[in-house]
């Protein structure tokens, strides 16, 4: 794969997930810049979900099927149903975002990993 263009990434997520560290291999692998922004290490905030959820809207991030949303009881799960919602269990529960969220200099947004995705949206 050529090199991209000088505009670096940001990975968003948390650091010992597997998925994350596909996807942090592959950009390495790539020579691709990017920087890791780990929800535990560095925080979610207000502003920053609020703009993951205005580019790729609630339902994208929230990821039902790990062990944070398993853990949920029925009535937390059933309260999940708009962006407000959703943006009140995420910031309280980062680990249940979809992962990663990789962002482009130029403000466009993927997420999950997936190589073929990587590789189109990075060109």
């Known amino acids: 794969m050529p090199n991209p263009p000088s505009s670096s990434y940001i990975m968003y997520g948390i650091k010992n997930c597997d998925t994350i560290k596909k996807a942090r291999r592959y950009l390495e692998d790539n020579e691709i810049p990017y920087q890791f922004h780990d929800y535990r290490a560095d925080g979610l905030n207000d502003k920053l979900l609020s703009t993951f959820i ?3 809207g609630w339902e994208v991030l929230v990821n039902k099927r790990g062990t944070t949303w398993r853990k ?31 962002v482009s200099s130029d403000n466009r947004y993927i997420v ?11 060109k």
């Open 54 to 56: 205005a580019h790729l």
């Open 72 to 102: 949920l009881t029925e009535d937390e799960k059933n309260s999940v149903i708009d962006a407000n919602s959703a943006k009140k269990v995420l910031l309280d529960e980062p680990a249940m975002i979809k992962r990663p969220v990789l």
């Open 112 to 122: 999950g990993f997936s190589a073929d995705e990587y590789q189109h949206f990075i």
